[in-house]
């Protein structure tokens, strides 16, 4: 019992920290979820480990953040059977990027060979804001294929003075994640 | 003041203190060791594709044969395993567009170094990547002389990874990225 509690307990707490993270480690917008010290050689040692455990290679968060998302704004799963719709705009970074994950971080298949949208590859309307429709089949627009039962996104948002601006604990908002319909 | 629950009363309460001790330790030296003994981290799945010490232009990201999980698809990599236990490494990058970066990073995956394009800093970037002073230290060969024009990073690992990301702006762009990335390079280079 002395014995389960304790290797139990200490490994459960140990991995629950690694992958899940806390507000000790992790810093939220909405439905992202960034590792605030992600890839500086200081960060501590839960975000380290994720880093390590997950093969994750990220530049040092005093240069560019990243975000992950895996449900929408009201806090359903993300998946493929729905439709969703970001609008990007006020990010005012140096450059982002947009790109659709499955819930293993390999890329979707799709006949487009989409994958991702940045800042310089994303077509904008008149005022400058770019719409991204998420969905399993072809949208008009700026559309990111999606498929599979789990999807999560990924926002890389380069930016020093946005970096800054996290590790001082008051970032700008982040787009919401709408969702439009369900099949 | 309320009963403790029957199975607290049953193991008691030194048990369950150091269990709580023990599940502690056992807590902070799994998170310590994950960085060390992990074989799932980024320096461990690129080795067997990245020669030592040679850039190496990565394929497009494509379902099924990314180089890492969570690596953005929207942009080219050119990559380099060093190992500066014997040479120094020169290391050159075009830094064409916004959005391109020269990172390195050491096997355990921080990242010590990174030079971002910027639209007033575009152009080629040169640096020598040298051990830190305590790996020096431990080597007895007589420092290189450098001029003083040289970049020098000092790397806090022999071993590491260096990354130049070229994000594309569209298939269009894909050649003219990809002609630009291969201009990467990096070489050892004698100390002496």
Redesign the interface.
């Known amino acids: 019992m002395f014995v389960l509690l304790a290797v139990g307990g200490g490994l459960g707490s140990a991995w629950y920290m690694i992958e899940a993270g806390s507000r000790l480690s992790t810093q939220s917008s909405g439905p992202w979820t960034t590792w605030s010290a992600a890839g500086r050689p200081d960060a501590d040692p839960y975000t380290r480990a994720h880093t390590a455990r997950n093969g994750l290679l990220p530049l040092a968060s005093t240069l560019e953040i990243t975000y992950q998302a895996k449900a929408d704004s009201r806090g359903g799963r993300l998946n493929s059977g729905c439709e969703y719709t970001i609008v990007m705009e006020n990010l005012g970074a140096t450059w982002w990027s947009l790109a659709a994950f499955d819930g293993q971080g390999g890329l979707i298949q799709n006949a487009a060979e989409r994958y991702a949208f940045n800042s310089d590859s994303v077509m904008r309307e008149p005022d400058g804001r770019a719409i991204i429709t998420l969905a399993r089949d072809a949208r008009p627009g700026n559309w990111l294929p999606i498929g599979g039962s789990r999807v999560n996104l990924l926002l890389i948002v380069q930016d020093p003075a946005w970096a800054a601006a996290v590790y001082e604990g008051n970032a700008k908002a982040l787009p919401p994640i709408q969702r439009l319909a369900c099949r | 003041m309320p009963k403790p629950p029957k199975w607290l009363r049953e193991?008691g309460w030194r048990?369950?203190i150091?269990?709580?001790l023990?599940?502690?330790?056992?807590?902070?030296l799994?998170?310590?060791a994950?960085?060390f003994v992990?074989s799932?981290?980024?320096f461990t799945?690129l080795q067997a594709s990245l020669p030592l010490n040679r850039m190496v232009l990565l394929p497009p990201?494509?379902?099924?044969k990314?180089a890492?999980?969570?690596?953005?698809?929207?942009?080219l990599y050119a990559m380099c395993r060093y190992d500066i236990s014997v040479d120094l490494l020169a290391v050159t990058a075009p830094m064409a567009?916004?959005?391109w970066?020269l990172?390195l990073?050491?096997p355990?995956?921080?990242?010590?170094y990174?030079m971002?394009a910027?639209e007033t800093r575009r152009g080629t970037v040169s640096l020598t990547v040298v051990p830190s002073a305590e790996r020096l230290s431990e080597f007895a060969a007589t420092p290189r002389r450098v001029s003083a024009q040289e970049t020098q990073v000092a790397s806090?690992s022999w071993e590491g990874?260096v990354?130049v990301r070229a994000?594309?702006?569209?298939l269009a762009w894909r050649a003219e990225t990809e002609a630009a990335l291969r201009r990467a390079s990096c070489t050892p280079l004698k100390r002496n």
């Open positions: 193991v048990t369950v150091g269990a709580l023990l599940g502690g330790i056992i807590h902070i799994a998170t310590m994950v960085p992990s799932g981290h980024a799945r990201p494509a379902p099924g990314q890492l999980p969570f690596l953005a698809p929207d942009a567009e916004t959005g970066t990172s990073h050491t355990q995956g921080d990242n010590f990174v971002p910027q806090p990874l990354v994000p594309l702006k569209g």
